[in-house]
């Protein structure tokens, strides 16, 4: 999805600038427009990347040379988006619970809930159709900030590690009672 950029400093405030091909734009705005999307793997990112970010950062930044289109977030996109990201949360605290916080792995369980509560906030951001260009405020504008409460005092000890495990799929709302799912 880059195609090129860097990391700048302009008068002392840190700029990002990306390179896009904007065929390969045009088509991940079509296909958000249709509710279709993949997450791509990104350094930095808990859940990977969704390829509708370039539609994202369309309608959210500042296009420096010419005109390009703002577009709106699909109501296509987020029903399908908000379901995607709710079922990978939910598969990821069961693996979590299942593979590793049964065997008393703290790191792993640990990674797999923090990448849990960045998916469960994908989806509240798509359900109200609110574009995110990355997951710097994710947990903030979901809502979701109280999913860092079940860190503390993690042990390489099963009972503990399922406990934080269900504490999160209450906090993220992923539990089988929330909201009816």
């Given at each position: ?5 860097a990391w700048l400093r ?21 296909e958000a427009r249709e ?42 996109l987020r029903i399908t ?101």
């Open positions: 999805m880059f195609n090129g950029g302009v008068e002392g405030h840190p700029v990002d600038v990306h390179y896009r091909d904007l065929d390969d734009v045009e088509h991940q705005i079509a509710g279709r999307f993949r997450i791509e793997r990104l350094m930095f990112h808990l859940a990977g990347i969704p390829t509708y970010v370039v539609a994202a950062e369309l309608a959210l930044n500042r296009v420096l040379r010419g005109s390009l289109p703002r577009p709106e977030y699909p109501e296509k988006a908000s379901q995607r990201w709710r079922a990978d949360a939910r598969l990821t605290l069961g693996y979590a619970r299942d593979a590793h916080a049964a065997r008393g792995h703290a790191a792993d369980t640990a990674g797999l809930i923090a990448t849990a509560g960045v998916q469960a906030a994908h989806a509240v951001l798509a359900g109200r159709g609110e574009w995110i260009t990355n997951e710097k405020t994710l947990l903030d504008r979901a809502g979701l900030r109280s999913v860092d409460a079940v860190f503390s005092g993690l042990a390489a000890d099963p009972e503990p590690l399922t406990r934080a495990v269900d504490a999160a799929e209450r906090l993220l709302g992923l539990s089988p009672s929330a909201h009816g799912k």
